[in-house]
């Protein structure tokens, strides 16, 4: 069972940036690796997603574009570089793991694709 730990969230002012970091153990090859984020009193939603060891992404309309997904396998790790922050972005985000397998697209975002979940990390976007 894949474990995943994430790290890097704090507080920014709006148009700024962070980096999210999740350390798996052990790296998971040829299965989605995804990033989620769930705000106050809203559904958690899918925001980035990729296929580790491929490099094929996938992102959420509302950040596409400010948003990149990317691995580096060599460190077990898994990275989200958030750019042009806004105060909507706000949320707790997690990493996730789905089960390998072959899923259509429209799944790739949906949180319950994935079955392995981290603690969360915060961020929080200022005006």
């Known amino acids: 069972q894949v474990q995943l730990v994430e790290s890097g969230g704090g507080s920014v002012e709006a148009g700024g940036s962070l980096r999210l970091s999740c350390l798996a153990s052990p790296y998971t090859y040829d299965t989605w690796m995804g990033w989620f984020r769930q705000a106050p009193g809203k559904e958690r939603e899918g925001v980035a997603t990729i296929y580790s060891g491929l490099g094929t992404t996938f992102y959420a309309d509302s950040v596409k574009g400010r948003f990149t997904i990317s691995e580096d396998s060599a460190k077990n790790a898994l990275y989200l570089l958030m750019d042009s922050l806004k105060p909507e972005d706000t949320a707790m985000y997690y990493c996730?793991?789905?089960?390998?397998?072959?899923?259509?697209?429209?799944?790739?975002?949906?949180?319950?694709?994935?079955?392995?979940w981290g603690q969360g990390t915060q961020v929080i976007v200022s005006s």
């Open positions: 996730a793991a789905a089960p390998p397998g072959t899923y259509d697209s429209k799944l790739l975002l949906e949180p319950h694709t994935y079955s392995t």
